[in-house]
């Protein structure tokens, strides 16, 4: 069954633009300049039941648009979406409990009271019973590892500690479905990896669907199979993250090993591969030879130049 | 119901949070009473009378304006359109609890707060000033007055959506939001009875939402307004004229909410 379908969505902004210097300054006084940006153009997806799906994209690609426009916060310029089987930007109440929305750049938990009380009052906004409450809360502030700081002020937590508390808030009703915008954003790589292991260990045992947006790539290798590249408010590629380089890289690498242990490497078009590892064996001082891959960053890098 | 306590109940724990901030409002509190108690001193400390409002009389008046403040405008709905550019409007919006009761429920555990502080300022006011107080028996009386009070919160409550919600649409909130408060202070009576003004212009002011937010209740409390039926009619016009004009911003504020980030 489809948890999200999206047709033709499109979000436009109006954006004040400001002349430079104090003379432009004054002169936006009484004649300012406004224009639209398309930030998401004509899109369209359907997202299933228990999918992990990736929205990749660089800055401005229109990726947290979308997020927004799927949660129930922005009110589309055009197109039609529907999640669970709502009209997102009603925010009806049912639609409401079964979503989570968490952005990695903004915090959604009380900023001067300790952690706990968010949690608490997300019990009684959506009204989970005392016990079942407890048993989630328990397992979550286990595996996130946040025991120690839930009657810290969350002004005074790190960032990882507050993410992860964000986490919790987010989860603790147990939405049918997660978005989560940038959860990494800002954090060092071990609790990069701390959060995508809890992530991933998430989607195993629970059914919702996931849907994710992030610019960093390991994000995406790790949690995701299937993503979404857009870029400038369109989509470029929807599949299976493995068929991304099949489709986008014209180029395969090999490495070529001497008797040295020095390491060269040749980026060699797909349709050559078997000839140049062919030319390059004739050599006698080649003990060993590996046809890898291109690196999907570059492979995404160059969806994004070529566009 | 569970949602509406817990929320009255973290709102009160925030406002405790800043103790330094907690301190100076009431501070402040204590000068809003103190700057017209001087001025009337200064004019009518001597005797006599201006505008049939003796010294005692006018002390009365602001004792009571000092006390009603605190109950009608005591808000968290003031920071509506912060919340709003700051994009975090986006926590509530995002949790299923209807958004106005939202907003209501903070403002209701602001003016608890500021009652609770009153029961020290105000015996602290009168052992130091001694103004005049007027004790309501009639019980007709103070029926009105609960009427009155009640529909001046709403009316106060749907002002401070129309005006945050300003927000949706520019980030200029400030200038609007000072322009409120400066005719706030003068259409509300809070600084002299209204019934000072000469009749044309007690008429406009009596056109405006304003008077029914200080001026009407503290003379229905004082049980001194003839028009008084009339009043609360105009008071019930404003809620649901408010009311209704606040939705429907609202709903046409929401379409264009960009939940920009901090």
């Known amino acids: 069954m489809h948890t999200i379908i999206a047709k033709n969505l499109r979000k436009v902004y109006d954006v004040q633009k400001k002349r430079p210097g104090l003379i432009g300054s004054i002169r936006d006084l009484y004649s300012p300049i406004n224009e639209q940006k398309e930030a998401v153009k004509d899109v369209s997806f359907v997202i299933d039941e228990g999918e992990l799906v990736g929205f990749i994209g660089p800055n401005g690609a229109g990726k947290t648009t979308t997020l927004k426009m799927l949660s129930g916060l922005l009110y589309p310029s055009g197109g039609q979406v529907r999640v669970l089987e709502h009209e997102p930007w009603k925010r009806d109440d049912a639609f409401l409990r079964q979503i989570s929305l968490v952005m990695g750049q903004k915090n959604q938990l009380w900023w001067d009271l300790p952690a706990i009380e968010s949690f608490n009052l997300a019990r009684d906004i959506y009204e989970i019973p005392s016990s079942k409450y407890k048993k989630t809360l328990d397992e979550l502030v286990d595996i996130l590892e946040i025991k120690d700081v839930l009657n810290v002020q969350v002004r005074k937590l790190s960032l990882g500690q507050r993410m992860k508390a964000e986490l919790v808030a987010a989860l603790i009703h147990s939405p049918k479905i997660l978005f989560l915008d940038e959860p990494t954003i800002g954090l060092d790589v071990v609790m990069q990896q701390s959060m995508r292991q809890f992530l991933k260990h998430y989607n195993e045992n629970n059914d919702g669907s996931i849907i994710l947006t992030s610019h960093y790539m390991d994000d995406v290798k790790e949690l995701c199979k299937r993503v979404i590249i857009i870029d400038q408010g369109e989509i470029l590629y929807d599949g299976l993250l493995s068929d991304v380089i099949a489709k986008f890289s014209k180029h395969k690498i090999i490495e070529v090993i001497s008797a040295t242990g020095q390491i060269k490497t040749h980026k060699v078009l797909r349709a050559g591969v078997a000839a140049k590892a062919a030319e390059l064996l004739k050599d006698q001082a080649v003990v060993d030879i590996n046809i890898k891959e291109v690196e999907i960053e570059d492979v995404i890098r160059q969806v994004f130049t070529s566009k | ?262």
């Open chain 2, 1 to 262: 119901m569970n949602k509406y306590l817990s929320l009255f109940s973290i709102t009160l724990q925030e406002i405790f949070t800043y103790r330094l901030n907690m301190v100076m409002w009431r501070v402040r509190q204590i000068f809003v009473f103190l700057i017209p108690f001087f001025i009337w001193k200064s004019v009518l400390g001597g005797g006599g009378e201006v505008y049939g409002y003796s010294f005692s009389a006018i002390m009365t008046y602001l004792f009571g304006t000092t006390v009603l403040r605190s109950l009608v405008m005591g808000s968290r709905t003031i920071d509506l359109g912060w919340m709003i550019n700051s994009g975090t409007l986006t926590i509530p919006l995002m949790r299923p609890i209807k958004i106005f009761n939202f907003f209501f429920v903070r403002d209701l555990a602001d003016k608890i707060f500021n009652l609770g502080f009153m029961f020290i300022e105000l015996p602290l006011i009168y052992f130091i000033f001694h103004p005049p107080v007027f004790l309501q028996t009639d019980l007709l009386a103070l029926l009105l007055t609960a009427c009155s009070v009640l529909l001046a919160v709403l009316i106060y409550f749907y002002i401070n959506i129309i005006f945050g919600s300003l927000a949706f649409w520019t980030r200029d909130i400030w200038a609007p939001r000072f322009l409120l408060m400066v005719i706030m202070e003068f259409a509300t009576g809070a600084m002299f009875p209204l019934d000072m003004l000469p009749p044309i212009w007690q008429k406009i002011v009596l056109m405006t939402p304003f008077p029914y937010l200080l001026y009407v209740p503290l003379k229905a409390y004082l049980g001194t307004d003839p028009n008084i039926s009339t009043h609360l009619l105009f008071s019930l016009f404003w809620v649901t004229t408010l009311g209704l004009v606040a939705s429907l911003i609202w709903k046409k504020g929401l379409t264009s909410y960009e939940a920009e980030g901090r």
